[in-house]
């Protein structure tokens, strides 16, 4: 039987993608458990993933196929949710709410990183 192949991901994108999804879950109401895994998923938290995805695409820079190592998903599946994405960016709302999100996550990002004593 074959394994699943997986590119190896690093921590950094981990932390990146949690915190893309935790946004979207604050932000949505979507509790961010059920955006994170494989397999068939909750319809309530497709949406709100598929956010998440784009938001680490246009946020981070991340390639297609690099938020889809990390969410567990296929580059087309990325981008079908991207292109829903900006689809729905005509709805002022959810505009809104992007740049909002991607704002907030530029701004932690360029602020200088924090080294503690271990």
Known sequence: MLEDYRVPVTEEDQVKAG??????AARTGAHPSQMTGRGRMNPRAARPRWLAMYLSH???????ERVGHVFGVNRASVG????????????RSIDDLM???EGCIQGLYQSPRLELPQ
Do not use: S
Request: glycine fraction near 4%; hydrophobic fraction near 50%; include cysteine.
């Open 58 to 64: 246009v946020a981070y820079g991340w390639t297609l």
């Open 19 to 24: 915190l893309a999804i935790h946004l979207i």
């Open 99 to 101: 740049n909002d999100l």
């Open 80 to 91: 079908a949710a991207c292109r829903w994405v900006e689809d729905e960016r005509e709805r």
